[in-house]
């Protein structure tokens, strides 16, 4: 089958591999109809993330079930379905605490042998472990292109957002407005917060920013801190969304929140430890939020807020491409050339 490998940082290629073995008794076999291309995909592109070459890449998906193992009770073949990035066992105490993100066996889609050496959503076909955990079935009202994000980006700006305890006419900030930025814009919007507002040193997103009602701030023309405290009679926001996970990100973050607000912080980080202002954070009563999105404990509501029609993230795809030019698809998503991109098969 094809499938978009890993050959080295800065290096990819479409590649015929083998078909993937027959089912373990739990998996379940899904022939993909599109994945996307997420700014966690560029950790593994730079060589951040270590992955073995020849690994499939992708985590993002969609797709119709091919085929189940014995033990998979949910789902028959033509099944129309989305796949969490995080793959969840199930059955450990943390997925009883329905926490399925730190599963004691917590795998991620094309990630490599340090996140289980499963293979990636980025050729023409997937195999999902604990299928009946870790796929959700798509409603006939969402559009592929709307589900893909529901297993990660989408689900990952409504976690963030939720988890920040938004209410009707907060003030917020989402620091960084690419995809995941923009889905916490959106379900920022969602929740009622009053003011949203976004910062982000790439115009082409503060474009689409502005045309999804924020209002907008490029820390290479301003200052942001300054500029979000004349916005708000020099208080700080509510609320901030962190969705960068860099270091400068996260202290920007920590100087636009007002003193009792809460940083809820989403951002892959770029590196492992770093200083952090722990006073200043207690003496301002703020709150922190961090972590990897939980997931299954959201895209079910997910789902049906995109089959009410009420969440749009197809919005912000700029390229749809074929999985053949998915070595391209990543040059220009590494040169913040595109939004979003979706390969198809």
Known sequence: MKALTFVGPGELEVSDIAPPPPLAGHEALVRMTLAGVCGSDL???????????????????????????????????????????????????????????QCEERMILGHGAYFGGLGGAQAEFCVVPQADVNLFLIPPEVSDEQAVFAGDVLATGYFAARRGGIEPGDSVLVVGAGPVGMMALMAAGLLGAGRILIADPVEARLDLARSLGAETLNPELVNVEMAVRARTDEAGVDVVLECVGRPDAMETALRCVRGGGTVSAVGVPAQVSGEFPYYDAWNRDLTLRSGICNV?????RVLRLLAAGRLHPELVVSHRLALEEGPEAYRIFDRRQAHKIMLRP
């Open 296 to 300: 299954h404990a959201v895209i079910d």
């Open 43 to 101: 950790h593994i592109y730079h060589g951040h993330t270590p992955v073995e070459p020849g690994t499939v890449l992708g985590h993002e998906l969609v797709g119709v079930v091919e085929a189940v193992g014995a033990q998979v009770s949910r789902w028959r073949p033509g099944d129309r379905v989305v796949s969490s990035f995080v793959i969840a066992c199930g059955t450990c105490a943390m997925c009883r605490r329905r926490w399925w993100a």
